[in-house]
């Protein structure tokens, strides 16, 4: 597992297609962070994965390991108790029964029990949600936060980034908010 150095840059990768590479700008104690499954289109393995694992994307969502590295930490979206309590989504009490037994089952048989394995503290949940009115934050959008919360200090670059895809998400918001931390030199765009 890859320890955070004080001089340790976070590239934050998003899954747009990739126009230009920013490879020569990694050094070795910096951390690639990337999203469920990667965008093929950029080739960085990640450092840190964040994965959106509620109850219908563990049913759909398929792991690509090429694009992990062998010291990857995994960052879940919710906890168990997140999912059984249905403290972020309104889900039916059948589904979150099956969730506490398909879950376990879904990350043995992704082979992510093979990483140290994370969960995003719900504060932060609680933070961007409050930042959008009250909708559900993207996945990127928790990293990011995470990110800058947790290691104030450090550099934070995000890349492909287009703040579009599932229509559940606050897109307008959420350009709006990363706008606002670009500008007061929050996270930097590359």
Known sequence: MKTVQTHSKFFIIGNADEQNSIAHLIQ?????????NPNPNCTLKADWIFIANGYTQIRHLVIEHQFLKPETQIFFR???KDIFY???QNIPMHKRIKYLWRFPKWIKKSQLDQYFINTIPSN???HCADSLGFRQPSTGLLAIDYICQQYPKNTVYIHNFTSEGWTGHNWDDEK???HT???TGRIITI
Do not use: A, G, P, T
Request: glycine share 0%.
């Open 86 to 88: 249905s403290r972020y």
């Open 124 to 126: 932060i949940y609680r």
């Open 78 to 80: 919710y906890s168990k």
């Open 181 to 183: 931390w670009v500008k």
């Open 176 to 178: 709006q908010l990363i």
């Open 28 to 36: 070795h104690d910096d951390i690639v962070v990337r999203f469920n």
